[in-house]
C-alpha cells in the first residue's frame, strides 16, 4: 500500500543554474552562445555543440553524439531532464537535474532521440563540465594507412580520456584527423608532446591550431552509427558520395554532409539503403533529419500503441 | 466444551487440506517446470529455497515457491516461452546482491537463477565493446579484460560476486562512477526474452537502435528484471589508465567536508572517485581489526585521479592543496598499489563491518545536489538520533549518492517501523531539494512506495505504461518497482 497519497503536479523544472553540481536548466530554443553567457562566468561549459546559432533542440534532434562525445559521451549522457511537451499538450517532467537516476524506467534516453511521434521538449537540464580555459585542436594529415595508425594509438592508451575529440575528417581536400584537447593551460605542453610523438610516429604532416572556441561541423544530412572499429573504413569508403564526413572515432558515429542540390532527400535516402543491412547487423542505425523516420516493425508495433495510448490518456482526469 | 474442540478441528483440518492442496500444486508446478527444464535444474524443497529468500537487503524474506537454474541460454528461452502457462510470478536473479528487494518472490512464483549463464562470449578489442552472458560475474569479467589494456568502468562493491544480469537489471554504479558513469552509459546492446519466449536483440556491439524505430533498449537498462528475461549484453569498454593516485583526507566537520567536495567535482583534475566516510563510520572502523588510525570524530574523503602518468602526476599537487586548503590537516596520497590499498581500507571495510555491527540494516540510495549535501546529513542524524537508530553514512559524495545506513534489529519490536518512518522523511526531503530516490541500486520493493513522490500523475501513466507493453499482466516480477504493479493469475 503506499504511504504518500499520488502527486497533484509534475514538478515542472524551472530554468536554474546549479554551479555546484554542473547542471543548468534552460530552454530547448537556447543557442551556443545564449549557455555560453550563463556558464562562462562559473568556469563551466557545455561540450557538445555542433552549431553555434541554431537551438540545442535542433542539435539533439539531428544526431545522438556531437565531436566532444569521444571524452563525454552521447547527449543522452549530458542530457538529465527535460520538461516534454506532450501531443496533448501537457507538459510533463522526464528525468531529474542529479547525475544519476535508476528512478523508474528511462523515459528520458527513450524520448531524446525519437523525433515528434511522442511530442518534443520544451526544456532541457543539461550537465555542465569545467571550463578548463585553453583549447587547441592538433590536425594529423598523411596516407590512409597512417592516419589509421594515428587513430590507433590515440584511442589505445589512457591519453584517450583526455582528448575531447578524436574525429577522423574526409572532404575535397583529403583525410586527417582533427584532435581537441581543452585543458589547464599548465597542461598544454603535456598533450602537444605526447601528440608531437604519434605525428612523428606515423610520419604524418603536423599542425596546431588554437581557436577561440571548439570546432563547429554544422548539423549533418545524415548519420550513421557502426562500430568503433569499422567508422573510419566507413568514412573512407563513403567519401566519394558526400562532401563531406566526420567520424568520431571512439564512437563508432558517421556524419555525413551532402552537396545541397537537386534531390537531396533522395540522395540520402539511397545512400542509407546501402548501408543500412551492414549497420543493422551488428545492432547500429541510420538517421536523417531530411527523412521520415523508419515505420515500426510489426513487433514492436503493438508496443508503440500502448506507449501512444497512455501518452493520450494524459488527457483523461 | 465442544466449542473449542469442534473449532479446533475443523482449523487442524483446514490446515491439513491446504497443505495437501499446496503440495498437489506444487509438485504440479514442479512437473512442469522439469519439463520445461530438461536440462537444468529444478529446487522445491525448503532447505533448498531458503537462500533465495532475501537479497541483500536481507530483513525482508519472501520463499519462491520453485527456483529454476537454466543449463544455457536455449534452456531459458524455452522456460519463457512455457512461463506465461505457468500461472505464477517470475523472477530473474543473478547473484541476488541487490539492495532493494528486486530479485525476490514477493508474490511468490518461480525464480530463475542465471548462474550457468556466465561465458564472456566475445572480446573485441580494437572495437572497444565485448559480449557477454548475464551471468558473468562482474569481477570475472575485469579480470578477463585487464590483460587486453581495457576495463568496463561500473564498480559496485558486490564485483567480486555480482553478474552483469543484475548490474544491467538495476543500472549499478560504484566508486568511480563520478567521472565514468554507471551501467547505462555502457550497454551497446541487449538480448532480451519476452514472457512469449520471442527474442529480441535491442542495439547490438555498434550499439544503436539496430533495425527497430525506436531505441527499446533504453527501456530494459534498469527495468529491474519487470519487462523481460536478459540472455546477453554488448558492452562498451575503455583504455586501462596507466597511473591511478589515490587521496584521504580528514575533516573536523560536515561543512569543511562538504566545502571540498563541492572544491573536488569542479576541479580541472576531474577526479574518478570523491567517496566519504562519515565520523560513525570512522568510529566503526576504528573500533575494529580494520582500524587504521583516523582521526576520531573526522569526515574522511577519499579521491582518485587517473590518467597516462605524466599528465596524472602533473595533477598531484593541485589536488593535495585543494584538500589542504578546504581544512584538511593530514592530507595523504600514493601512487603506490600497496599504499593505495591501505588508503581505501577504511572504506571499504565500513560495508562488511555494518554487517557484523547489526543483525539487520537498511542502505538508502537517494541522490540530491550537492549543495544540500550538509542539510540533507544533518537530516539523517536527527532523524536517526531521535529514533534511537544508530546511521551510517558511507556514500559517494561525487555524485550526491547519499547511503544512509540504518542498523536495526528487526526482531525488536517497533525498530523496523522506526526506520521505515526516517526513510519516509529523508525521502520527503530528498524530493523537496530536487533529489531521487535511487542512483543505483534500483526501486524494488524496498522502495516502491515512496514512487508517487516523483512522478506526478501525467508521469505516472508513463511510467506504467512501459511494462503494459511488454508484460502487461504484470508476471515478470510483481510488486517491485511500482507497487501496484500485482500479477492477477
Partial sequence: MNVFPPMLNERLFVPFLDEVDGTLCLPASATAAEIAAQTTLYQLRFPLLLDESLPLRDQITATTHASASCRFGPFCDNILGMN????????????????????????????????????????????????????????????????????????????????????FITDATGSK????????????????????????????????????????????????????????????????????????????????????????????????QKVAPELHDIGGDWYSRWLPAMPPTITESPWLQTLEQAIHDTCTP | MMGPWRSFVLKASSIDISTHKHSLVKSSLESQLKTLLPRGRVFTSAAQLAGYGADGLGYKNHIPDAVVIPADAEELVGFMKGAKALHVPVILRGAGTSLSGGPVAAQGGVIVHTSALKRIREMNVKGFWCEVECGVALNDLDAALKPHGVFYPPDPSSGPVCTLGGNVASNAGGAHCFRYGVTSNYVLGVEAVTLDGTVHR??????????????????????????????????????????????????????????????????????????????????????????????????????????????????????????????????????????????WKARKAAG???????????????????????????????????????????????????????????????????????????????????????????IGND???????????????????????????????PLKVFDNRRFAA
Wanted: charged content about 20%; glycine content about 8%; some cysteine.
Fill in chain 2, 202 to 343: 535491442f542495439g547490438g556491439p555498434a550499439g544503436g537502435r539496430g533495425p527497430w524505430r525506436e531505441d527499446w533498449k533504453r527501456f530494459m537498462i534498469g527495468s529491474e528484471g519487470t519487462l523481460a528475461a536478459f540472455t546477453r549484453f554488448w558492452l562498451r569498454l575503455l583504455p586501462l589508465p596507466e597511473k591511478v593516485w589515490t587521496f584521504r583526507a580528514t575533516y573536523p566537520d560536515l561543512k569543511t567536508t562538504e566545502a571540498a567536495i563541492h572544491a573536488l567535482v569542479a576541479h580541472t583534475s576531474y577526479p574518478a572517485a570523491i567517496e566519504m566516510l562519515d565520523p560513525r563510520g570512522v568510529a566503526m572502523v576504528e573500533s575494529s581489526q580494520m582500524a587504521c588510525g583516523l582521526p576520531e570524530g573526522s569526515f574522511m574523503l577519499l579521491v582518485e585521479i587517473d590518467g597516462p602518468e605524466p599528465l596524472v602526476n602533473a595533477r598531484v599537487e593541485p589536488v593535495a592543496e585543494l584538500l589542504r586548503r578546504a581544512g584538511s590537516k593530514d592530507v595523504m596520497f600514493s601512487d603506490e598499489d600497496e599504499l593505495r590499498k591501505k588508503l
Fill in chain 1, 84 to 167: 516534454w511537451r506532450l501531443p496533448s499538450g501537457r507538459i510533463a517532467r522526464i528525468g531529474e537535474r542529479v547525475v544519476k537516476t535508476t528512478t523508474g524506467y528511462d523515459w528520458l534516453r527513450f524520448l531524446l532521440h525519437s523525433g515528434s511521434r511522442f511530442g518534443e521538449p520544451t526544456d532541457y537540464v543539461v550537465r555542465l563540465r569545467p571550463d578548463c580555459g585553453f583549447t587547441v585542436v592538433a590536425l594529423f594529415e598523411g596516407t590512409y594507412t597512417a592516419l589509421e595508425n594515428g587513430v590507433s594509438q590515440l584511442l589505445h592508451s589512457g591519453w584517450m580520456h583526455w582528448w575531447d575529440a578524436v574525429d
Fill in chain 1, 177 to 272: 584527423v582533427r584532435v581537441v584537447v581543452h585543458c589547464v593551460p599548465s597542461e598544454a605542453a603535456i598533450f602537444v608532446r605526447q601528440l608531437e610523438r604519434i605525428a612523428s610516429s606515423i610520419h604524418a604532416h603536423f599542425t596546431l591550431h588554437q581557436p577561440t572556441s571548439p570546432p563547429f561541423d554544422g548539423l549533418p544530412d545524415l548519420v550513421l552509427k557502426t562500430t568503433v572499429d569499422r567508422v573510419q573504413s566507413l568514412a573512407s569508403e563513403l567519401s566519394r558520395e558526400v562532401e563531406r564526413s566526420i567520424a568520431f572515432c571512439y564512437c563508432g558515429v558517421l556524419h555525413l554532409y551532402l552537396k545541397p542540390g537537386v534531390n537531396l532527400t533522395e540522395r540520402i535516402h539511397a545512400l542509407a
Fill in chain 2, 447 to 477: 522502495k516502491s512506495s515512496y514512487m508517487p513522490l516523483v512522478f506526478g500523475p501525467d508521469s505516472m501513466r508513463l511510467q506504467l505504461a512501459v511494462p503494459a507493453s511488454f508484460n502487461p499482466a504484470h508476471q515478470m516480477n
Fill in chain 2, 352 to 442: 562488511g563491518l555494518l554487517g557484523q555491527l547489526s543483525p539487520a540494516y537498511v542502505v538508502q540510495d537517494a541522490v540530491i545536489p550537492k549543495r544540500a549535501l550538509a542539510e540533507v546529513l544533518q537530516l539523517v542524524y536527527d532523524e536517526a538520533d531521535a529514533a534511537g537508530i544508530p546511521a551510517v553514512n558511507v556514500f559517494h559524495a561525487g555524485d550526491g549518492n547519499l547511503h544512509p545506513n540504518f542498523l536495526f534489529d528487526s526482531r525488536v519490536p517497533g525498530d523496523l517501523d522506526k526506520v521505515e518512518l526516517i526513510s519516509k522523511r529523508l525521502m520527503q526531503r530528498v524530493i523537496e531539494v530536487g533529489g531521487t530516490l535511487s542512483g543505483e541500486h534500483g
